[in-house]
């Protein structure tokens, strides 16, 4: 593999056309995670919706810049609502960010999600290292929707491109580093902060921001730029241990984040596959 530091020459122009197009990005996701996120996607200039009702999902789905769709608390209504979302995101072209969380402790979220990737072949999967684990692995599970701390960087490396050839999809693999994959590269993102994961709702933000980049980018972009900007945003934010103080600093950040900052504080390498 050879490597480019720092490639972020393209923020600027992603915050300029979301600051003009308003993108409108559809989410169905958990009710712990919806403010968090509906706020995100209004601080970078996209215009939250939250439709889950099966009659509502298909028809906003239609006219959202892009989708995202969020495990992180099913029922019956909501798992009928992204279905129907996603077959209307397939007959429309609109694009999908797929967020599988707690695939790797629930075995009945992990069959839904590889069926909807298969099916559907969403623009992002987004997991953190535990829950790509298990797409790939059946024999493996953990403990609750936090990732098991005992998957490397080194093998998540080597799992995020392989599940990203399997189903021809943009893989972000959420860590302490996130992994980056796509068919041709890799990208490493180590901008971010330990609080970040003390605070609900973070990773589910991060889907939520992948989804609203993703409305004026390629998957692969989106899901790097998300990962960096919610990094530099959560370091930027980060507090002496006051965790309601961070939480409110961070969309705070998210509000106020430029592409010079984000220029300045990257730390990302993007990698060609060999």
Not at 142 to 156: H, L, R
């Given at each position: 593999?050879?490597?480019?530091?720092?490639?972020?020459?393209?923020?600027?122009e992603?915050?300029?056309?979301l600051k003009?197009k308003?993108?409108l990005?559809?989410?169905i996701?958990?009710?712990?995670?919806?403010n968090?996120c509906?706020?995100?996607?209004l601080?970078?200039?996209?215009?939250?919706?939250?439709?889950?009702h099966?009659?509502?999902a298909p028809?906003?789905?239609k006219t959202?810049g892009?989708v995202?769709?969020?495990?992180g608390?099913?029922?019956?209504?909501?798992?009928t609502?992204m279905r129907l979302?996603?077959?209307?995101?397939?007959?429309?072209?609109?694009?999908?960010c797929l967020d599988?969380?707690g695939a790797?402790?629930?075995?009945n979220r992990?069959?839904?999600a590889l069926?909807?990737?298969?099916?559907?072949?969403p623009e992002?999967?987004?997991?953190?290292?535990s829950e790509?684990m298990?797409?790939?692995?059946?024999?493996?599970?953990?403990?609750g929707v936090?990732s098991?701390?005992?998957?490397s960087e080194?093998?998540?490396?080597?799992?995020?491109?392989e599940l990203?050839d399997?189903?021809a999809?943009?893989v972000?693999?959420?860590?302490k580093?996130?992994?980056?994959?796509?068919?041709?590269r890799?990208?490493?993102?180590?901008n971010g902060?330990e609080q970040?994961?003390?605070?609900?709702?973070?990773?589910?933000m991060q889907?939520?921001?992948a989804?609203?980049?993703?409305?004026?980018r390629?998957?692969?972009?989106?899901a790097a730029d998300?990962a960096?900007?919610?990094?530099?945003?959560?370091?930027?934010?980060k507090?002496?241990g006051?965790l309601?103080?961070f939480?409110?600093?961070l969309?705070?950040?998210l509000?106020?984040?430029?592409?010079?900052?984000?220029?300045?504080k990257?730390?990302?390498v993007y990698?060609?596959?060999?």
């Amino acid at each position: 593999m050879s490597g480019d530091n720092k490639n972020t020459s393209g923020i600027g122009e992603l915050f300029e056309a979301l600051k003009e197009k308003r993108p409108l990005i559809h989410c169905i996701t958990n009710p712990i995670s919806i403010n968090k996120c509906a706020n995100a996607i209004l601080a970078l200039n996209g215009r939250p919706m939250m439709a889950e009702h099966p009659a509502e999902a298909p028809v906003i789905t239609k006219t959202a810049g892009a989708v995202m769709l969020n495990f992180g608390n099913l029922t019956d209504t909501r798992v009928t609502s992204m279905r129907l979302s996603l077959e209307a995101a397939k007959q429309a072209g609109v694009k999908v960010c797929l967020d599988v969380c707690g695939a790797a402790c629930l075995e009945n979220r992990r069959s839904l999600a590889l069926s909807f990737i298969k099916e559907f072949s969403p623009e992002i999967v987004k997991g953190n290292y535990s829950e790509i684990m298990a797409l790939l692995r059946p024999d493996y599970s953990c403990s609750g929707v936090d990732s098991d701390g005992k998957i490397s960087e080194e093998e998540m490396m080597k799992l995020a491109p392989e599940l990203a050839d399997m189903y021809a999809v943009t893989v972000l693999a959420s860590g302490k580093t996130d992994i980056i994959a796509d068919l041709r590269r890799i990208c490493l993102v180590k901008n971010g902060t330990e609080q970040l994961s003390r605070v609900v709702g973070t990773g589910c933000m991060q889907g939520a921001i992948a989804a609203t980049f993703l409305s004026q980018r390629s998957g692969f972009e989106a899901a790097a730029d998300a990962a960096l900007v919610l990094g530099i945003c959560g370091e930027r934010a980060k507090t002496r241990g006051w965790l309601g103080s961070f939480d409110v600093r961070l969309i705070n950040e998210l509000s106020s984040v430029t592409p010079k900052i984000i220029r300045k504080k990257a730390d990302i390498v993007y990698l060609e596959r060999i």
